[in-house]
């Protein structure tokens, strides 16, 4: 395990102090549920923007410039 310094404001080390005596566990351990529960919230999201265009970089219809795609798309929606 990874020692790490962190800065709170006072409000909030009362807070982690208060929630660590009521749960009988350390404030360590408090923000370490803390993160665990943010990270998994994040990742339950899905993948954000920009790892969507990370992974769709480069992709288009047997490599046609994407202007020529949009225009030709446009004129099948406006002869359908």
Known sequence: MIRTLISLEDEEKQWLDRRSKEEGVTMTEVVRKAVKRYRRECEAKGPSYR???EQTA???AGGE???AVQERLRAEWEEG
């Open 58 to 60: 480069g992709l288009s």
């Open 51 to 53: 790892q969507l265009l």
């Open 65 to 67: 410039d994407g202007l």
